[in-house]
């Protein structure tokens, strides 16, 4: 129970100093169609934030926000304590840097084909200036800790599905980011290795990574999630501890979405 | 060069850089090469701007194929993925390390079966500076016909000539676009690299 408390506390005070991200007030359309509309969440120093909800619904973009991938229309943004948007003007002086301490893993992992599983590891590495003996050693102990040191200088084509998303992880670990950022992981892989790849996210979690996952996982958002949130036609419906969200949602709509992914699994 | 750079322009985010090489694209891709010979060589000497034969046909053959060039560069670029750009960017590489890094490689791979078939054919297109009296071979087996009268003979062994050129161009070329699919290191400081990640995974896995 004061676990749940605890859990509780830091997502009703957006305003503690651990934030590593802080999002508010974020609208976003394309094509004039509002896709986020005022939306805003707070991930704080070695939480997991899981968003969950339809597809079409928001919660890719609102994931691709805080790297600004996707810019927002309007947005006030802090990543790092640091303010990168505010209104509708991007104010981060270093995209790249921001970037860098911001990882990524892509639902279609997005490796570059025409580079081995260790080079892809490297390569942002090299290009942020750290040495090529010294991002060798980062790149083999991190393709250890996903458990492909013995497939590290096979090309992606030549990985599975699984493999090559836990490349991926490897791949945004590079550069030490403050938070890992996942849109879907494990949709586009077979039960087999989306068993791999939530593996070596629960890992991670329980090494205190801070991470922001967008996920139809609904069993695995329960287990390692500190806050789940709802997103449902670009706005946050519900959010709260995943035994709140999950277990006894207040919201019809959540419920419902509930009722029908339960019974499509 | 000048295809890769009008190819970059084409695929810019700036109507006013792609229009430029758009336009420059579809007037040399639809008019002759032939025509385009006679124009620097025939045609500017007439304007006052006396090209040599060499510079002449150099620069025909320049404008022309670049023209071509850049058509394959460019939907090679646009052929790579757009996850590739983000996954890059999200990386926090820059655009300029985004494109040297991860688009141009990729590019380059299925750039290359069509640019064998045009460097061979600029290669052959030499012929056509014929009409210009280069000192080419197509000249030449013209001189040497009217000295011997044997236009059979002569010109099957001009024939030759050329295919004993091209044929081991577009065969080195095919080699190399083995090579790269196959996935072998072509510099040799990417070897070094591969051989050091080798070495370190194989004590990493024992």
């Known amino acids: ?265 | 060069m000048l295809g890769l750079a009008l190819a970059l322009l084409r695929v810019s985010k700036h109507r006013v850089m792609r229009w430029p090489a758009a336009i420059y694209t579809e007037l040399f891709k639809n008019v002759p090469l032939l025509a385009i010979i006679f124009v620097t060589y025939f045609g500017l000497a007439s304007v006052g701007l006396r090209l040599g034969v060499f510079e002449a046909g150099s620069l025909s053959l320049v404008v022309f194929y670049a023209a071509y060039l850049s058509e394959i560069f460019r939907s090679a670029i646009s052929g790579v993925h757009a996850g590739q750009q983000e996954a890059s960017e999200a990386l926090g590489l820059g655009r300029v390390s985004t494109f040297t890094h991860v688009i141009f490689p990729q590019a380059l791979r299925s750039a290359l079966p069509g640019t064998n078939t045009m460097f061979v054919d600029l290669l052959k297109s030499t012929s056509l500076l014929v009409t210009i009296s280069a000192a080419e071979l197509m000249s030449q087996g013209r001189l040497i016909t009217s000295a011997t009268f044997r236009a059979l003979e002569v010109y099957l062994v001009i024939a030759a000539i050329y295919f004993v050129l091209c044929y081991p161009l577009s065969q080195g070329l095919l080699w190399l676009e083995r090579r790269i699919r196959a996935g072998v290191p072509l510099t040799p400081g990417r070897r070094r690299r591969l051989r050091a990640a080798k070495a370190l995974l194989k004590g990493a896995v024992a």
Request: aromatic share 4%; proline share 4%; with cysteine.
């Open chain 1, 1 to 265: 129970m004061s676990e749940t408390a605890a859990v509780d506390a830091t997502v009703s005070t957006p305003a503690t100093q651990d934030a590593v991200v802080r999002i508010e007030n974020l609208s976003k359309s394309f094509d004039g169609r509002m896709v986020l509309d005022n939306v805003g969440l707070t991930v704080d120093h070695r939480k997991i934030l899981a968003i969950i909800g339809q597809s079409g619904g928001g919660k890719t973009t609102l994931l691709r926000c805080v790297n600004l991938l996707e810019r927002p229309d309007n947005a006030s943004m802090e990543v790092m304590g640091e303010t990168v948007f505010a209104g509708d003007r991007l104010v981060c002086g270093d995209l790249a840097k921001l970037r860098r301490s911001v990882g990524m893993v892509f639902q279609r992992f997005n490796l570059f084909p025409h580079l081995t599983a260790v080079e892809n590891v490297m390569l942002a590495q090299l290009r942020a200036g750290i040495a090529e003996k010294e991002a060798l050693e980062r790149a083999v102990q991190l393709l250890c800790r996903v458990g492909l040191a013995h497939r590290g200088v096979a090309y992606p084509e030549q990985l599975s599905g699984g493999e090559q998303q836990r490349v991926a992880i490897a791949r945004a670990l590079a550069l030490r980011p403050s938070v890992l950022l996942f849109d879907e992981p494990t949709s586009s892989l077979d039960p087999e290795s989306t068993g791999e790849v939530l593996r070596v996210m629960r890992e991670l979690a329980d090494d205190g990574m801070t991470m922001i996952l967008v996920t139809h996982e609904l069993p695995f958002a329960r287990d390692v999630a500190d806050t789940v949130v709802f997103v449902d036609g670009g706005r946050i419906v519900e959010q709260g501890t995943p035994a709140e969200v999950l277990g006894n949602p207040r919201e019809p709509r959540t419920k419902a979405f509930l009722a029908s992914s339960t019974a499509s699994h």
